[in-house]
Structures are given as C-alpha cells and as structure tokens.
C-alpha cells in the first residue's frame, strides 16, 4: 500500500455491476488536479475548481467516444472533508455496466493510478488519521454486517457511540485512579486527601451498573456470568441436555449428533461427567444459507434429592459412590447456568419438570422441554394426548431412536439460538469489544468485592492496581492511559508543592 | 599536568559526583596508578553542595536512592552520615510504597560528598570551566577547559581549607575516630590532586590574592565524557525585576557550553526553577510554632551504614562513609507555620512584578513544585498554605522555608515573610529566586545517557530535563557507568522499567517529551509493588556486580560480603515461612492477609532461637504480601519481555514505511526507539502502529539482507 498514488474503484456494487439507475466512483489521491484537468469539464465546459467543495453536474471526456462527453454528478471533497483524508472525486455516472467500466478504465489510464484494493480507502482513512482503530474495525464489521442488529452495532462502533461511553467510562476510572494515586504519591502534601473508600465503593457501583447494562449481563449475577460471558465473547453457544436419570438424555446427544458419542444405557447414572461436542445447524427456513454453530452438551442425570446435597459437598475429595454422583450433579447444575439453551429432557412415561430451585436460576426463554421415549411399547399415544403436548409451549414430543420428531427439536434450537445473537437487545458487539468491557468491568468488580469485604483501603496500591487493570482492559477501546494524565489530572485537582 | 583521562565528569553536583564514583568503580586506578578519571567543576569547594532543600529521598525519590545505594553509588552513604532528621513516609500504607526521607546538615553533606571524592585516588578533581567539547567524527575525544585564575588558586588552597574544615567540623561533633579517617583520606586527595595543581602553579599563577590571572585554556582528553550542568547552563537567576547571571547564588554560568551544544545540534529546551528564601533561626519564635519530629527509630539509605563494629571500620579508607554508626549527628526537629489571605493578598497586588506572570521568564517549571505566586493564582480559593521550616544545618542557623519558593522582589518578599505567625521578626538570611536554564531535550540521548549525536557523550541531571538531586544523581550514576564501559571497550548497559525506578526514568525520558522538569512518582512505576526501598539491594546488586560497579574501591568488598549474607537469609527465612504450618496456613500464606504484620511474622520466627535482622523478615514478608500481584505482573512482563528483546535497526528510514500512520511516524521519526517495547510507548502509538511497524521492521530487514547479504547488525543501545 503506498499513500501517494491514486487510487479509483466503483463504490456501488463493485463486484457485480448490473444495471442500475446510478453508478458511484470514488477517486482518491494526495492531489487530483490530473483527473480534474484531464476528464473532467463543468457543464459549461470550463475546466472545474477543485477547491470549490460540494457536488455539482459537469462533463467527463470520454476520449475515444465520438460524443463529446458524458454528463456526471461531480462530488468534490478536498483532503480536509472527505473520508480518506486526501483529495478525492466521487463521480455519479449512468449505471449502464458498459458505461461504468468504461469510465473506470479511462480513469485507471491516468499516469500513477490504479484500482483501490477492497478496503484501501478506509486504510487510508485509518493511515491519515481520519479514522481510529475502532472505527475502522466498526466499519469492517458495517460492510459485512449481515443483519440489522450488527449492523446496529458496527454504526454505533464507527459513529463511536461505543466509543463516547468507552471514553466517559475510561474518563472516570481515570479520575478515581488519580484520586487515588494522589493519596499515595502526594501524602506530604497538606492539600491532598486520598479518596475516601464509601465515595469510591459508591462510584463503582454506578460504574460496573452501567457496564453491566451494555454488555447486558445481571450485575448481581457477575460472578456467574463470566464464563457466560467469555463463552459469548469467544466461543459457540453451550446447548445442554438436562433431566433426571434414564431420561433418554444421552440417546438424544448421539441422535442429534449423528453418530453414536455417547455411552447409553438403561441402568441410571450412565452418564457421570458432561460431554460436550460442537455442532452445525442449518436453517430449516429461507434463507436456508444460515447456520449456527454450537457446542452441545451432555449432562449426568439429575436426582433432585442429590441435587440438594451437591450443594452442601465439599468438592474436595469425594468417596463413596454418593459423593461422586452428587459431584457429577453438580457440575451438572453448573453447566445449566452458563448454558445458553437448555434442553429439559423427560421421559414421557415419567414426565418431569424443571426442579423450582434449578428454575428459578435459568431464564425461562432458555428452556425447551422435551419428552422423550414416544415410541414405548405399550404406550399408545392418542390423538388427543399428542394435541395437549403440541399446545404446551416450547415442549416437544420426541423418539431420538426413530427420530420422530427431531427435526422438530433443531428447528427449535436454531431458532432460539439464532434470535437470541442477532436481535438481542443489547449491542451486538465485536467479540473483541465485548471481551474488553467485559475485562474491566471484572476487575471493577473483583475490587468492589475486596473494599467491601476486606480491609484494603490500607493499601492504595493494591486498588491503584486493580484500577489500572480495568483501564488497561478498556485500551483496546479508547487507547492506554499514559501515567502523565494521571500525574496531569492529581496536578490539576489539588495543590501540589511546598 | 596530566590531561589523559578515560573518562571526563563536568560538574559537581549530585549527578557530577555519582557519575564520578561509579566510573572509577568501575575503572579503577590507571596502570600508573594515576587517576582514570577527571571530575571538572567551577569550584571544587561546592562539590555536593544542596542548592535547595537539603533533603534526600522522599517518596519515590527514597526508592531511587536505596538503588543508588545498592549499585554502589554515594547517596545513600552521604546522607546517612549527614542526617539530621530521618522519617520513612508513607507508613500507613502498603510497603511498596513507603518512601524513606531524611534531612541532612547540608554543610556536613557537601563535605562528605568531597570527603568520599577525595578518598578516590582513581578521581582526579580539576576546577575550571569547560567551554567547548572536543568531537572528532562524530565521537567526544575531549574538553576543552577554561581555567579562570582565582579559581585555580581557589583550587588548590581551599582544597586544603575545606579539608581542614571538615575535619574540624566533624570533631566538634564529637566523632573523633571518623574524623581521623576523613584526615587521612584529605592527605591522600591531596597528593592526587596536586598533580594538577602543580602544573597550574608552573604557569605562573602563584601570586595569591590577586585576582587579575591569566586565564589558562587547556584541553584534556578521554574516551568518553559526561556533562552534568545543572542549572548552570545560561543559568539566569530572577527576583523581581532583577535579573543575574549563574546557575546558584552567587556563582557564575556557564555559557560557552550550550553554544557548543548547539553547534554539534543538538536540540536545547529552557526550563525553570525556584528556590525558597531562608531565615534565621534565632529570629523565628521557634518554640511557640507545632513542631515536626522524625522517626524514633531512624531507618538508615545505605546498607552498609552502621553495620560494622568499629574495630572493622578502623583498619579501612572508607571515605567519610559511616560504617560503624549510624544515626551520626544529633537528631532535630522541624516546625510549621502557614501563609494566610493577607499573604495571599499582596501577591495578587505585586504578580505584575512576579517574573513568571509579567512575562520575564517564558520558561515553564514543575507544576508539583510551584511558586507561592503559582500557587495563589491556580488555587484562589485556599486562603492558607503550610510552610514547613527546616534547618538547614547543625552549625548555622539557616532554616529552609519549604512551600514558598518564589521569585517577587525583595521588598514583596520581607512582607510575606513577617506575615507568617513566628516569623514577625524574622532575618531573611538569603532571598528566593526562580532561575532559568538551558537543558538538552531528551530524545536525543539514548537511555544509557549517551547521546544520539556525538558517539561516548553522555548527559546527566537537568540537562536532560529532570528535577531533583536523586533524579540527577541515578542518570548520573548510569552515565558514570557507561561511559566507563565505554573506555573498557565494553557493552552499553541499560536498567528496565520492572527492575528499578531508574530503568522507568531512563525509559520515560527517551519516550516522552518533556513539558515541566521531570520528577519520579510512584505512579510512573508499572512494577510499583515490586520497586521497592527494601529490596533494592536483591533488585540491583547483582546488576551492580555483573556490570563491573563492584569491581574497584574498599565499599565494593564490604558491599559483596553484606549482600552475600542478606541473600542468604532470605532463602533460609523464605524456606523457614514456607514449610512452617500455624494451623492449617503457612506462615506464607499468613502472610498474604494484610492483618499479619511483619512483627507477627518476626514472633513466630524468632521463636525459633535465632535472630533475624528485621530488614530481612521485612522484606521476607512484603514479598509474599504482594506475591499473587507480582506474579501477574510477571506474567504480563513475559509478554512485553517479547517486545524489549526485538530490537529496531537504527538506520531504518521511516520516511520510506509509508504504511504507518502519519502520527505514529512521526513519533518513531523522533525519538527513534532501539526496541519494540520502546517504539510501544512513545506517545502517539497504537498497539496497532506497534504491531505493524514490527512486521515492517521484519520486511525492512529481509530487504537489507538481500541488498547486503547478511542482517544488519543490531544497535546498541
């Protein structure tokens, strides 16, 4: 990439020009006089002003056609405004695909110019300073951005909606950490007074709030949500397979699956440990191209009279075969709350539900009940039966044996699934942003946690610490904090010197 | 006359003198046994001398001057026997953080320092004023020294008076055996000095008294030079309206340096400072004012003050050090009174005759160290101000007035001062002044403190834009040592930012453009919890053995065998916490909670019927306090470790990596960073500009490996 040639492509559909009412080519070079002096006239056939910013109609010489002239939209944007940061000439042409590349090839004649490569002109943005690093990648994400959600979010990243609240958070973590930088490196100094620890407590709280709501997680559920929230971040969705023992749980992990992965059996307690295997869906309406990845799971039976005691074990060394059951439970249990769909399995001769207490810690959206086992012999389902159960919602009757009803249960998975990444309510963010925030606001809230329950105010710089942390997970964002704007802001805040 | 050096020091100061020290550390005698080293300043009898608060160390500053300590260097010892008043601040909070600081009588200070100076034969002390550097092909080969006649004759007759002095002062304080030693090493400064003061006399300067001297320009002659001055460069002193050329009161500046400077183009920068006035004591209703006292127990800068009995000290030529004893002079106390509206008042009615508001200084100073002046106008609405009195010595009545440095008239002056409860009838024994000085910007050096432009310069102390005798004395003491390894024909060295405060001053200095005179905080440091005042010696000794600051001079044995015991210790104290279980826990693990207190940890140890030293349980302790942090930070360090290894080629034409953004280049452009991790922090710089301009430095290296056929040899630094 050199900054100092020209640069021209068709901004409109590049790669597949068809007929169209209008057609938009971009130009961009340190200098442009060229072009202008050489193709293009104004509609009265003067030579154009290329400092005169703005659109105006005007001529493009075609020089081999026998017409004088093409008329154009001519688009002046001189360095200071337009997107690159250099001269650049957006020319509206008739959209006749003959026509366009015929103008284009006209252009890419001109001495030291040559087609722009896909992205060279936000490069250049990005080169000349016009765009920050962000932006640049919210525009990336804006021109492959699939669905309105992400397109949503790419705007906010390149418009730096994202950015002005990333730089307000980083502006007041700044600020706490200078009160408290103050307090340490300014103690000789009889105008400076460390931050008190409720003031700063207080401002956490407000901080690590709204951190919370942008990356759309409970702040009373933090703790839980950081392997939730990294796995949102960084991997696929985690699909568990839940429900007492014997309920066909691991029969369905292999049906779904395919292939026989799983150890079945009738005897309970089968399965001990989770199991966990990534798979593809594809849609089952248009547009059918779409899929979702995620990682399915396996999980050991759940007893709800073990379930309460997992609780109360000490996970430390488990020995009687009680324990590791009530070991596997709970893992299991664990599983369910990072999980982003679970899938609660009964058998239908022994229907089920989702045990209260394990209820009440899965959001109900996240649940699809499934009733396995419908082909058990003697068990004849009338009519009437199978009517109840499909107007039960999100509860599906199923035979992972014959796979009656399977396809049922994908539908319903990669519709949740797929809902749920891309017309959430909150930011669709970059994986790399959302990893970011949510850094920070885990190291905010493992500081919330140490001033709250421990004495640690005695050790400002062991918050400075963790304060620093949390800004440097954001400077991916917003760029580092450099220690002299933390010096900067002590100064302009207290009265330093003797 | 002996003009054949390996390294020349210009200046005194406490940049001057470490640099000095850690060369001939390093170099030893020459094979004659003449001096390798030439220490040139304007007056030999203000080597050392305090030009300000005469007070070492503080926080962050404590830290730089235990590691000063720990590479061998003089700080720590001058201060300790020159203290009058030592307190650690900081206590209440974490250990990483504490910052030792002590008082000292800045008569015996400066005295120390020249006791400690003369006491090595290895330094040859010349008074002059150097006025031009001698550069062939872009490497420093000499200087060329003005040697005005008074001060030559001041040279050589007030080097005995000052000796005589301090041997007198000293004895009056009642240590008569240091005394002794301090005697023995004059005699011996002597003998080596006299060399060049003979060679003066023989030009024909004896007539004493009078001051119409031929002036003598000579040149002298060394592998490497490094330039400390202070504030002498173009020094112009302000109070008022009055303006005076020089550097301190009452002493001369040095002009044809910053010419010479220039003319090898270097960049120059102007900077600002003040000075408070100072009282006598006799006049101050002491007394009545609320009083300031230092630590009980006073903890000592060096680790080797007080450390060995006075059998061992005696048989030794260990400067004006103290070994045996430590605190050594009398402890005092400071007092406190404060400025009032009514101070405040006539200030705003005379800013217009302040120098730094009526537009007469245009050079910016510290914002953490204002003016009173400053200090009124950006804080208007604090109608009061603490004003901190401190003697200055236990052998004058001066008292330094710290927190009202200002450079209005003297006649804004005498108010201000009679206003202050205590000080009514208050002697103003000398005026405060704000003084100017030329400084060379810091990009141009490297951070070894050699300059990018002319090959074995170095700078040293506020020529590179800091503040502060610790700042000034810790680049000095790197530039002592590189320009002594240079003369060995030996390999650069340089400290990180994760093992000293220096290697972040270094670091900050080549990285950053200065806007005020730069001055350490804790909160530069990334490796606080680990740059600390207990543990330097385990940070820096070791480098200060590999490097060769342990190689010459009698403290360097003593040092070694200290160090050695220390090291010790704390693996058998650290393998005693470790394995000893109280309850369910170690005692490491005890450690960790902040309610377990050194003293707790000492219980339980020394129990164990033996005696550890408290600075070893101290640090013992606070290392494994801090450990879950310092393990992190070591983790993230491996990752930048990537980048401080990866070096840039110094040719490398930025003009030609057109793929960089045009404020990253113009970053890189300036200060031309030796390593990744260096280019990582320049201002301007996006971890995306790093990464790029790494594959670009990679490409630019293939490229030249084709075109040369081999890979450029990589920079030293």
């Known amino acids: ?498 | 006359m002996k003009t054949a050096f390996k390294v020349i020091v210009i200046g005194g100061g406490h940049a001057g003198v470490e640099a000095a020290w850690a060369a001939a550390n390093v170099l030893g005698l020459a094979e004659d046994g003449s001096a390798t080293v030439a220490l040139v300043t304007q007056d030999p009898e203000k080597i050392g001398v305090m030009s300000c608060n005469p007070a070492i160390g503080g926080l962050a500053k404590g830290q730089i001057v235990r590691e000063i300590d720990a590479l061998n260097g003089l700080m720590g010892l001058a201060t300790d026997a020159t203290g009058i008043q030592f307190k650690v601040l900081n206590t209440s909070k974490g250990p990483a953080v504490h910052g030792p600081r002590a008082q000292c009588d800045k008569h015996a200070y400066a005295r120390a320092v020249q006791g400690m100076i003369a006491g090595r034969a290895e330094i040859c002390v010349v008074a002059g004023s150097v006025e031009g550097l001698v550069v062939e092909g872009g490497e420093v080969r000499g200087v060329r020294v003005l040697g005005k006649g008074r001060g030559l004759k001041a040279q050589s007759s007030k080097a005995q008076s000052s000796n005589g002095q301090s041997s007198k002062a000293q004895s009056s304080n009642g240590q008569s055996s240091k005394a002794q030693s301090s005697n023995g090493q004059s005699t011996k400064a002597q003998s080596s000095d006299g060399q060049s003061s003979n060679q003066q006399s023989s030009r024909g300067d004896d007539s004493a008294g009078d001051l119409r001297f031929e002036v003598l320009s000579f040149e002298l002659s060394a592998d490497a030079v490094v330039l400390t001055t202070g504030t002498f460069m173009r020094g112009l002193m302000h109070t008022g309206e009055r303006k005076t050329a020089g550097g301190r009161f009452g002493e001369a500046a040095a002009v044809g340096i910053s010419g010479a400077l220039a003319g090898l183009g270097f960049e120059l920068g102007r900077l600002k400072t003040g000075t408070p006035p100072r009282l006598r004591r006799g006049t101050i209703r002491w007394e009545e004012l609320p009083e300031q006292l230092g630590d009980e127990r006073a903890v000592a800068f060096s680790d080797l003050s007080g450390m060995l009995s006075e059998e061992e000290e005696g048989g030794e030529r260990l400067g004006a050090a103290s070994l045996s004893r430590f605190p050594v002079l009398r402890q005092t106390d400071c007092r406190i009174t404060t400025t009032s509206a009514a101070v405040h008042r006539i200030i705003r009615e005379n800013l217009h005759r302040a120098p730094m508001y009526s537009g007469q200084i245009e050079s910016v100073g510290p914002r953490y160290c204002p003016s009173l002046e400053d200090k009124v106008v950006r804080f208007a609405e604090r109608e009061s101000h603490q004003v901190f009195l401190e003697p200055e010595s236990l052998s004058d009545d001066w008292v330094y007035c710290n927190g009202i440095s200002t450079s209005l008239p003297v006649d804004v002056q005498d108010r201000i001062v009679r206003l202050l409860p205590g000080c009514e009838g208050a002697e103003i024994l000398r005026y405060g002044y704000a003084v100017e000085y030329d400084m060379v910007k810091p990009h141009q050096i490297y951070a070894t403190c050699e300059t990018r432009g002319v090959r074995g310069l170095f700078l040293a102390g506020q020529i590179n834009g800091t503040s502060g005798y610790e700042e000034a004395a810790g680049q000095g003491l790197l530039a002592g040592l590189n320009a002594a390894r240079r003369a060995r024909g030996e390999e650069a060295a340089v400290l990180g930012r994760e093992e000293s405060y220096i290697g972040v001053m270094m670091d900050d200095l080549v990285t950053k453009t200065p806007t005020e005179p730069y001055r350490m905080f804790t909160s530069r440091a990334e490796h606080r919890l680990n740059l600390r005042a207990d543990n330097a010696a385990d940070r820096l000794t070791p480098v200060a053995e590999r490097v060769g600051l342990m190689r010459h001079g009698d403290l360097s044995r003593l040092r070694a065998g200290r160090f050695e015991r220390r090291s010790r210790l704390l693996r058998e104290l650290g393998e005693l916490i470790d394995r000893t279980r109280v309850g369910e826990k170690t005692l490491a693990e005890l450690c960790r909670r902040p309610e377990f207190t050194v003293e707790e940890l000492m219980r339980y140890v020394g129990g164990a019927g033996r005696d550890w030293p408290t600075e070893v349980v101290f640090t013992a302790h606070t290392d494994r306090f801090y450990q879950h942090y310092l393990r992190k930070s070591r983790e993230q360090m491996t990752l930048q470790d990537d980048l401080e290894r990866r070096g840039i080629p110094a040719e490398i034409e930025y003009e030609r990596l057109v793929h960089l953004r045009a404020e990253a280049r113009q970053a890189l452009m300036k200060f031309r960073p030796v390593t990744l991790a260096q280019a990582s922090r320049l201002e301007g710089m996006t971890p995306a500009d790093v990464t790029l301009l790494g594959v670009l430095v990679k490409k630019w290296r293939q490229e030249q490996g084709r075109r040369t056929g081999g890979e450029p040899p990589v920079p030293s630094r």
Request: glycine share 4%; hydrophobic share 45%.
């Open chain 1, 1 to 498: 990439m050199l900054l100092s040639d020209a640069i021209a492509a068709v901004s409109t559909f590049a790669d597949r020009p068809a007929a169209a009412a209008a057609a938009l080519i971009r130009i961009s070079a340190p200098d442009l006089s060229f072009v202008a002096a050489g193709l293009l006239r104004t509609s009265t056939n003067e030579p154009i002003d290329l400092d005169r910013r703005g659109a105006f109609s005007g001529r493009f010489i075609l020089p081999p056609l026998c017409e004088p002239s093409l008329p154009v939209l001519i688009i002046n944007l001189p360095a200071n405004a337009s997107f690159t940061g250099q001269a650049t000439l957006e020319l509206v042409v008739p959209g006749s695909p003959v026509l366009v590349s015929r103008v284009l090839r006209t252009i890419l004649a001109q001495p030291n110019t040559r087609r722009a490569e896909p992205g060279e002109f936000a490069a250049r943005a990005y080169a000349l300073g016009r765009l920050t690093l962000a932006q640049a990648e919210g525009l990336a994400a804006f021109i492959a951005a699939s669905t309105d959600a992400q397109l949503r979010s790419a705007k906010s990243v390149l418009t730096g909606s994202l950015g002005s609240h990333c730089l307000d958070w980083h502006a007041r973590l700044s600020r706490l950490l200078a009160l408290v930088e103050a307090g340490i490196d300014f103690t000789d100094q009889e105008d400076v007074r460390g931050i008190d620890t409720p003031q700063l407590i207080d401002d956490l709280q407000t901080l690590l709030r709204e951190l919370h709501a942008h990356l759309g997680i409970s702040p009373a559920k933090h703790r839980e949500s950081i392997s939730q929230a990294s796995l949102a971040a960084n991997a696929p969705p985690s699909v568990l397979l839940l429900g007492p023992p014997s309920a066909g749980k691991s029969t369905l992990f292999n049906a779904l699956l395919g292939r026989a992965r799983a150890l079945t059996d009738e005897a309970p307690g089968t399965t001990r440990d989770l199991l966990r295997e990534p798979l593809t869906l594809q849609a089952h309406a248009a547009p059918r191209n779409r899929s979702v990845t995620l990682t399915l799971t396996d999980a050991p039976g759940l007893d709800i009279a073990f379930s309460t005691a997992a609780a109360s074990t000490n996970p430390t060394e488990p020995r009687t075969h009680a324990e590791i059951l009530a070991r596997a439970q709970a893992r299991a249990i664990d599983a369910a709350r990072e999980a982003a769909l679970v899938i609660w399995c009964s058998s239908i001769d022994h229907p089920a539900d989702v045990p209260a207490a394990l209820a009440s810690t899965i959001n109900p959206r996240s649940i699809i009940r499934v009733q396995t086992k419908l082909d058990r012999a003697g068990f004849a389902i009338n009519a009437a039966e199978h009517d109840r159960l499909a107007a039960e919602p999100r509860t599906i009757a199923l035979c992972a044996l014959t796979g009656h009803n399977l396809d049922h249960l994908r539908s319903a998975i990669f519709d949740s699934l797929w809902s749920r990444s891309h017309t959430g309510s909150t930011l669709d963010l970059l994986p790399r942003h959302h990893a970011a925030l949510f850094a920070c606001a885990n190291a905010l809230a493992n500081l919330h946690e140490e001033l709250t329950q421990n004495d640690a105010a005695e050790h400002p710089e062991l918050i400075a610490h963790t304060l620093r942390t949390a800004l440097d997970a954001l400077a991916p964002l917003t760029g580092r904090v450099e220690r002299d704007e933390t010096l900067g802001l002590i100064f302009s805040t207290f009265c330093i010197g003797k």
